[in-house]
């Protein structure tokens, strides 16, 4: 029998590439060549055709795409999925008359990956193909990063060529806009350049073991931003950009379809949902802080006064503001970002008929925070006069800028141009006495800008982001990837801006021409 087998390999082993088999005696097929079945060796129960599949060479790396979910392309189930490696769809089963095994028969693609179990098999053969070229295949459909790789990322500022022959910084990655989900992309690429929450989440060991009450569907969008970003960071690429479609399903599920892929939404709005979200799934509480709050959670003193009706006579009102309901009182509350109010923008024109783009300086926005700058709020029934003085900066700070006032008729949006350094702000004076001198660090530099373009309700979004390791900022708007002057940023409509706090007052983090 070997030395039969031996022959087989030397008259058919060169042209057709074919598996070492055994004879065994009995039928010979139509061809000539005889019959095969597993051979066990020892302990082993590998196919000997595991090692030499004739048909690798038939793997079309440029049609994989695993952004989208994992779904049988006919039965729509999630349940044991394969991805057919020649035309790139998915596929249930690889059993008898399964999808996978159907499709094989008939197209005659004989590749397939489980995309659960990261095995691949040969179909309708059906054994499985083990061969370390596949490796890159893998290691798309799910990057892996060492804490040596992850501690590296901000330290360098290399190009990787992905499959596809284009160039990119891994992090700087285009997002697909599948219909209206902009609003959605630039906050995901605003985190994930943000370096503790996106090292957090490159490692899924980080929070794989956290518990999670049975039916709690919240924790899918831990895996899925987890997912995203470790994809976002990939330095094995098939191509420069990213679908970010299944984290976006998992949003779509999770708010109850207050956020949805074809409707545009507002980014503030999703990034305050999106955060206290997160914050839940991984576990934290209003006083148990997770991996989020440590990274953005602030405190602030607020001073809150009760006013009097405006309609009511100057006597009453007198006689009201002596009442203790009406006295100050103070509070401390907790915030993962802050919001900057813009002054009413003028209605005026200019000579020339054009309406004049008004400015205001950043400071001048954040007086609200200084302890003085009194502010009136209307509820409902009652009218609040308040002030607020800031108690702890985080490590990163976010500001979002009031930019849309909404009435029951209409959006409107106030076109106010905010000039910002990019560079060195200091906050310390917007701190209570007894915050300066605990807090030892106040100085930011901006790292994300969010800008809003066009009419409210229409309009598009697009990010300014800083690449740690070269310094240099770039734009990006959904696929679109260009590098852009540091002047060329404070001129936007900026909507959301991240900041981060040097660790120590020398610490001047490489920021090209700010």
Known sequence: GSVAAGRDRETHGATHNWPSVVRVRGWFGRQGFPSTVPVKVGRSSEDRRSRHCPYLDTINRSVLDFDFEKLCSISLSHINVYACLICGKYFQGRGLKSHAYTHSVQFTHHVFLNLHTLKFYCLPDNYEIIDSSLEDITYVLKPTFTRQHISGLDKQGKLYRAYDGTTYLPGIVGLNNIKANDYANVVLQALSNVPPLRNYFLEEENYCGIRRPPGDIMFLLVQRFGELMRKLWNPRNFKAHVSPHEMLQAVVLCSKKNFQITKQGDAVDFLSWFMNALHGALGGTK???????????????????????????PEEKVALLLKEEYQEEMSESTFLFLTLDLPTAPLYKDEKEQLIIPQVPLFNILAKFNGNTEKEYKTYKENFLKRFQLLKLPPYLIFCIKRFTKNNFFVEKNPT??????TNVDLREYLTEEAQVTEKNTTYDLVANVVHDGKPTEGAYRIHVLHHGTGKWYELQDLQVTDILPQMITLSEAYIQIWKRRENEDDTTNHTGA
């Open 287 to 313: 006083k148990k802080p997770s991996s989020l709050t440590k990274v953005f959670q602030g405190s602030m003193r607020i001073f809150s006064k009760k006013l009097p009706h405006p309609d009511l006579p």
């Open 417 to 422: 141009i905010v000039n910002f350094p990019i």
